[in-house]
């Protein structure tokens, strides 16, 4: 255990050693002065507050430290730096309007301060489902009239089908909160944004810090009836999105379903009803992305890099780091990959046992290099069930342990575990070697001790 508080302690120092770059921009106590506030005087930030939401991603530190690298907001003048309590304070940050706010290139730095609802109305009060419904949608008659055994086994289409699609550009234009370039979004302590998504999207130079997500419902699931052998339910909304977008951040956040886990969700059609879709999903064609130190908990699809086996627009892209983050309970997506080339090391897995598919999934011209990770299993999970091939060819597996259940720690060879059970084989060897990694890579024996403590919101000293 001296070992493990000897990391801890290196990585707070790392945290709280870090520069200000741009403390030049914000003498203490002026820049929060001087920001205009239609309610009432803003909230203090603490040295290390205004500290932390001035930092930069370090150098070398994965995929998003290349290029020009990642430093988010950290240049924004005193008059933009913000601290919001409302979606409506969250958006007049963000640059004023949510339609127009991915455009908004303004460096900024928004801090959240308690919990922050995309279901809020103008004036605050929580709107449901029925206030963003067309008029001509019900669940009711979605499902009296999708029914396989009245329609068949063919896509929705007609006139409720066309009111669930306009009722979900409703939701959109409420719960989905889009951010520009050169932005931080960092929470202060016990910061929560629920039942919104956090759309990253034809923007570069992101950084999202410190904040715990949750429920990005769907008020109108779409039926999809060749989905599987049996059809499924799916949703639109993920908590974070980053799509067409570069050099992104994203840092000690918590990823959950909170109260509403699909656990609790009705099953229509004899599939549950999917109200959520991914924690985290990184798709067409984004890139440079650095995901560390997040914590996921207990969800079903988790992340998904590359949406399209299309081969085209994604090739060369979709490179992603993932480092020291816990996946906790999830069931699938941790992460599914394709085209990219992605670094997955000293992470945690706490693999549950009912529900669970898969750990990585290996797509289409994928080149995943995961090394130094370390997989506790639930009872009825095998090592050879961590990996999943869809249709991808190789990957590489360095330095991985599992934790069977009831059983010891030991070294495991992810690919030759898969290779004995399935068939066609993965090769073990994608094709590349990471360089851009920041601090010590930690044995696999560690990483729960130390990952399982420091992982999610909340552990930065905000
Ligand atoms: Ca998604
Ligand atoms: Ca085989």
Redesign the pocket.
């Known amino acids: 255990m001296r070992r493990v508080a000897a990391y801890a302690a290196l990585i707070t120092l790392t945290l709280t050693a870090a520069p200000a770059p741009a403390a030049a921009h914000a003498p203490a106590g002026t820049d929060l002065a001087a920001r205009p506030s239609p309610t009432s005087a803003p909230p203090a930030l603490s040295p290390l507050a205004r500290q932390l939401g001035r930092q930069t991603l370090p150098a070398g530190d994965g995929w998003a430290s290349a290029g020009p690298g990642t430093t988010g907001g950290s240049t924004a003048s005193a008059d933009q730096v913000h601290v919001v309590t409302t979606r409506a304070e969250l958006i007049t940050a963000l640059g004023g309007d949510n339609a127009t706010n991915a455009g908004n290139a303004t460096p900024k730095i928004v801090y959240v301060k308690g919990t922050i609802d995309g279901f809020e109305g103008p004036d605050g009060t929580l709107l449901n489902c029925t206030d963003l419904a067309d008029p001509g949608y019900s669940l009711e008659a979605y499902l009296a009239a999708y029914d396989p055994g009245v329609w068949g086994r063919v896509a929705p289409s007609g006139p409720i089908e066309s009111a669930r699609v306009r009722s979900v550009t409703n939701q959109t234009r409420h719960t989905q909160i889009n951010v520009g370039a050169n932005t931080t979004i960092i929470g202060l302590r016990g910061a929560r944004l629920t039942g919104l998504t956090l759309m990253i999207d034809r923007v570069s130079n992101v950084i999202v810090r410190n904040i715990t997500f949750d429920d990005a419902r769907d008020c109108f699931p779409a039926w999809s009836p060749t989905d599987g052998e049996t059809g499924n339910w799916n949703s639109q909304y993920d908590l974070v999105s980053v799509r067409r977008s570069e050099n992104v951040w994203i840092e000690h956040n918590t990823f959950t379903d909170g109260d509403n886990p699909d656990s609790a969700q009705p099953v229509h059609f004899g599939r549950p009803y999917q109200v959520h879709d991914g924690a985290l999903d990184i798709t067409h064609t984004a890139s440079l992305v650095t995901v560390a130190w997040n914590r996921f908990d207990g969800r079903d699809k988790v992340m998904l890099i590359g949406s399209s086996n299309t081969v085209g627009p994604d090739l060369g892209r979709l490179n992603v780091t993932l480092h020291h983050n816990l996946f906790d309970g999830s069931l699938q997506r941790l992460p599914r990959v394709r085209f990219g080339q992605v670094d997955i090391y000293n992470n945690a897995y706490r693999i549950a046992g009912a529900g669970f598919e898969y750990a990585i999934g290996v797509g289409v011209q994928s080149a995943v290099f995961a090394q130094n990770n370390h997989f506790t299993l639930g009872a009825g999970i095998a090592a050879a069930d961590l990996l999943y091939d869809w249709s991808g060819t190789a990957i590489t597996t360095r330095g991985n342990w599992v934790t069977p259940a009831g059983g010891l720690p030991r070294p495991v060879d992810l690919v030759a575990a898969?290779?004995?059970?399935?068939?066609?084989?993965l090769s073990p060897d994608a094709g590349w070697t990471p360089t851009l990694r920041h601090g010590p890579v930690l044995p696999a024996a560690l990483v729960p001790l130390v990952v399982g403590p420091l992982a999610g919101a909340d552990r930065l000293p905000l």
């Open positions: 898969y290779n004995a059970v399935h068939d066609p084989d």
